[in-house]
T-cell receptor
Framework: AQKVTQAQTEISVVEKEDVTLDCVYE???????LFWYKQPPSGELVFLIR????DEQNEISGRYSWNFQKSTSSFNFTITASQVVDSAVYFC???????????WGAGTKLIIKP | NAGVTQTPKFQVLKTGQSMTLQCAQD?????MSWYRQDPGMGLRLIHY???????DQGEVPNGYNVSRSTTEDFPLRLLSAAPSQTSVYFC???????????FGPGTRLTVT
């Protein structure tokens, strides 16, 4: 079955610490797409990154980085030098070529304390 | 560009009432979807559309209807509201299913 697991329900760190959010996925398809979204306390959903299954290069965008490893079916998200504004719920999601639906993880609530 | 707009922002219904949640996008996206978000859960797909005149069911379609008469609009109808439909509803659009979705601000619905 196709599935996304975000095992960390809630993470709390002190500002400036690095933090990694885990995402493990299951799919039978060889062509698939992985996404991360952010939902700050205000409630909107903000797209962060899209990665296809043929591109295993790690991605860095400022303080954000993503580690995609097909061998472990993981697509982990790291925030370096966290800031209070990073406090949000972060969702990982999966889509694949033969499907029209996006499968979402349950989300990880990240709390950054000042 | 307004992006994806949803109305209303908040709604309270009594059990058995019906209503329509409006969604519109101005990005000429073919793909549109409706999700519900319940506490402690990820988003669950209610219905989606891959283009005008084409809709299909998602994971939790019961109690909801959709139509897509234009590319821009994708309303969600609650036929007979039940307390189990208390949730936050998000509409989204994207270039295609395999690309990122852009979300509306959400509608917080309470059914009493």
């Amino acid at each position: 079955a196709q599935k996304v697991t975000q095992a960390q329900t809630e993470i709390s760190v002190v500002e400036k610490e690095d933090v990694t959010l885990d995402c493990v996925y299951e799919t039978r398809d060889t062509t698939y797409y992985l996404f991360w979204y952010k939902q700050p306390p205000s409630g909107e959903l903000v797209f962060l990154i899209r990665r296809n299954s043929f591109d295993e290069q790690n991605e860095i965008s400022g303080r954000y980085s993503w580690n995609f490893q097909k061998s472990t079916s993981s697509f982990n998200f790291t925030i370096t030098a966290s800031q209070v504004v990073d406090s949000a719920v972060y969702f990982c999601a999966l889509s694949w070529d033969s499907n029209y639906q996006l499968i979402w993880g349950a989300g990880t609530k990240l709390i950054i304390k000042p | 560009n307004a992006g994806v707009t949803q109305t209303p922002k908040f709604q309270v219904l009594k059990t058995g009432q019906s209503m329509t949640l409006q969604c519109a996008q101005d990005m000429n996206h073919e793909y549109m979807s409706w999700y519900r978000q319940d506490p402690g859960m990820g988003l669950r797909l209610i219905h989606y559309s891959v283009g005008a005149g084409i809709t299909d069911q998602g994971e939790v379609p019961n109690g909801y209807n959709v139509s897509r008469s234009t590319t821009e609009d994708f309303p969600l109808r609650l036929l007979s509201a039940a307390p189990s439909q208390t949730s936050v509803y998000f509409c989204a659009s994207s270039y295609s299913r395999l690309y990122e979705e852009y979300f509306g601000p959400g509608t917080r619905l309470t059914v009493t």
